[in-house]
T-cell receptor, first 108, second 115 residues
Framework: DAKTTQPNSMESNEEEPVHLPCNHSTISGTDYIHWYRQLPSQGPEYVIHGLTSNVNNRMASLAIAEDRKSSTLILHRATLRDAAVYYCILFYFNNLFFGTGTRLTVIP | DTEVTQTPKHLVMGMTNKKSLKCEQHMGHRAMYWYKQKAKKPPELMFVYSYEKLSINESVPSRFSPECPNSSLLNLHLHALQPEDSALYLC??????????????FGEGSRLTVL
């Protein structure tokens, strides 16, 4: 299975940018990089995904290293509602396997 | 309608009971998934259905039996479960089983307690 490695936890001050890193050194050419987040007592929620190029949407930006062995999810201005566990996932064919995730704490 | 609806939200059952979890989506998605999530752990993939056919079974014990009666419905039949099977069971759907097509939509889960 394709694996991802993330820090267990990170903290950010409210309204500051947050950079959440992810290593995926075993990524193959057809693996898409997906990010999901899970708020307490809820199912995971899609954040963003990409293959090679950097991606932006209304929630976040995804920066993908040139060799694709790492990526960074960027929240441009963290809010209290962004406190969640963020999962970096490699999605290939049928398989979307979650890594251990990063628990983000946002400090008011 | 961009929702995945799971019922029941909570279920308590004995080890000899037979029960079912239900998942429904009306987004026209052709891929549906079951995940199991223990407390403070990431979700673990159990089953994947693509066009109503089982395409992945992640070595799940036979006491869990999935069923996809049509493209909108996914069931998980439970029989002779063990207390360690207590967990949050998450259903998800996506347009196709491909990372290119984007997001999985998750339901809020069914919290199962086995006594």
């Amino acid at each position: 299975d394709a694996k991802t490695t993330q820090p267990n936890s990170m903290e950010s001050n409210e309204e500051e940018p947050v950079h959440l890193p992810c290593n995926h050194s075993t990524i193959s050419g057809t693996d898409y990089i997906h990010w999901y987040r899970q708020l307490p007592s809820q199912g995971p929620e899609y954040v963003i995904h990409g293959l090679t190029s950097n991606v932006n949407n209304r929630m976040a930006s995804l920066a993908i290293a040139e060799d694709r062995k790492s990526s960074t999810l960027i929240l441009h201005r963290a809010t209290l509602r962004d406190a969640a566990v963020y999962y970096c996932i490699l999605f290939y064919f049928n398989n979307l396997f979650f890594g251990t995730g990063t628990r983000l704490t946002v400090i008011p | 309608d961009t929702e995945v609806t799971q019922t029941p939200k909570h279920l308590v059952m004995g080890m000899t009971n037979k029960k079912s979890l239900k998942c429904e989506q009306h987004m026209g998605h052709r891929a549906m998934y079951w995940y199991k999530q223990k407390a403070k752990k990431p979700p673990e993939l159990m089953f994947v259905y693509s066009y109503e056919k089982l395409s992945i079974n992640e070595s799940v014990p036979s006491r869990f039996s999935p069923e996809c009666p049509n493209s909108s419905l996914l069931n998980l039949h439970l029989h002779a479960l063990q207390p360690e099977d207590s967990a949050l069971y998450l259903c998800a759907s996506s347009q196709r089983t491909s990372g290119r097509t984007g997001e999985l939509f998750f339901g809020e889960g069914s919290r199962l307690t086995v006594l």
